[in-house]
């Protein structure tokens, strides 16, 4: 199933690794959070259980993107984590992260990821800038990024529509000099 | 404006209550609600929305596409272009005859708008639909958008139609 040879990243936790078959039964049971999925955009009312079908195909987009990678903590899946939007002429991408498990959250695993892979964006494919967008309403995430470097460029104002109301998006970015490096 | 639009096999229309449990049928689908945007899954006869929050008609705006009767698909063109198709009934150009039909109508009116659909990625039977149709690929912008089915955010395309584009094919 897997197109692209990506490398394993490692943190002093999280392993960053391509998906694989058996993910798909881990992000089964990992579920939907409505909590969770409302920080990515999601109408919290139309968030479903999780079925067989939506957990493989979660797993198959992992697999497709090319700068896509699952997260790994103490042998268990709890997140995936990506670049996109990649730019090697101007050595930028955009970068995004969602952790799945509500009991992993809150431990900085998601900074300790970020900077995984913004280490990797910099140092080995020699990109000089990550941009980052994130729901204004969405503090934990805010919070995460600015520990990880990021800087507030910006905020766009009414730019995602979730059930009949309007949130602002905040724009984010990261330079290479300015990456708080995992010791 | 007209209720209905016959074409030469298929009716758009309003969806009526009666439409409720095919259409939640066709939606239910993960292969179908996995490439649209809104709709959630598992989805049932209870999710289904025939009117708009205020009570009033869909129609002309949303087209219920009936085969024989039976809704077997819808179509909306404005202010985006989705549309969506019963698995069984796909590979018979019912799509490509409904969403003529309904772009000769947009076209139709004087000023008509340029005609835009989103297309995840990976979505290729609608990519060739819309390149039928005569829509061309934006430049990619790198935009993304959240499929509820799927619970995640993916790259999605731009394909635009413009009138202009339209009548050289007409």
């Not at chain 1, 797993?59 to 090697?88: C, F, K, M, P």
Request: hydrophobic share 45%; glycine share 10%; aromatic share 8%.
């Amino acid at each position: 199933m897997n197109t692209f040879d990506k490398p394993v990243l490692h943190g002093p936790r999280v392993i960053l690794r391509d998906a694989r078959a058996t993910d798909v039964a881990e992000r089964y049971a990992l579920g939907n959070t409505p909590e969770i999925q409302a920080m990515f955009g999601a109408d919290p009312a139309q968030v479903r259980e999780i079925t067989p079908e939506a957990a493989e195909a979660w797993v198959q987009s992992q697999a497709a993107e090319q700068y896509a990678w699952v997260i790994e903590v103490d042998g268990g899946l709890i997140g995936a984590i990506r670049l996109h939007t990649v730019n090697h002429a101007y050595k930028r991408a955009q970068i995004a992260i969602g952790l799945l498990d509500p009991a992993r959250l809150g431990q900085g695993l998601g900074t300790e990821a970020m900077q995984v892979l913004a280490t990797h964006a910099f140092d080995t494919m020699g990109l000089h800038r990550l941009g980052c967008r994130v729901l204004s309403f969405n503090e934990r995430a805010l919070s995460s990024y600015q520990k990880v470097g990021f800087e507030l460029e910006g905020r766009e104002r009414e730019a995602a529509l979730i059930g009949t109301e309007w949130h602002d998006d905040l724009i984010l970015g990261l330079l290479d000099r300015d990456l708080v490096r995992l010791p | 404006m007209t209720d209905h639009i016959e074409t030469e096999r298929l009716t758009l229309r309003a969806a009526v209550p009666a439409d409720v449990e095919a259409m939640a049928e066709g939606l239910g689908d993960f292969e179908v609600s996995k490439w649209l945007a809104r709709v959630p899954h598992p989805f049932g006869a209870k999710d289904v929305r025939i009117l708009n929050d205020d009570g009033s008609s869909t129609w002309p705006d949303y087209a219920a596409i009936a085969l024989e009767g039976r809704v077997i698909g819808g179509l909306r063109l404005i202010p985006q272009m989705g549309f969506w198709l019963t698995r069984k009934h796909w590979g018979h150009g019912y799509m490509t005859e409904a969403a003529r039909a309904s772009l000769r109508r947009h076209f139709a009116s004087a000023g008509a708008r340029d005609v835009v659909a989103g297309v995840f990625h990976g979505n290729t039977a609608s990519e060739h639909l819309l390149a039928r149709l005569g829509f061309v690929r934006d430049e990619a912008s790198g935009r993304r958008e959240f499929c509820a089915a799927r619970g995640m955010d993916l790259p999605i395309s731009d394909h635009r139609l413009t009138s202009i584009k339209w009548e050289a094919r007409a």
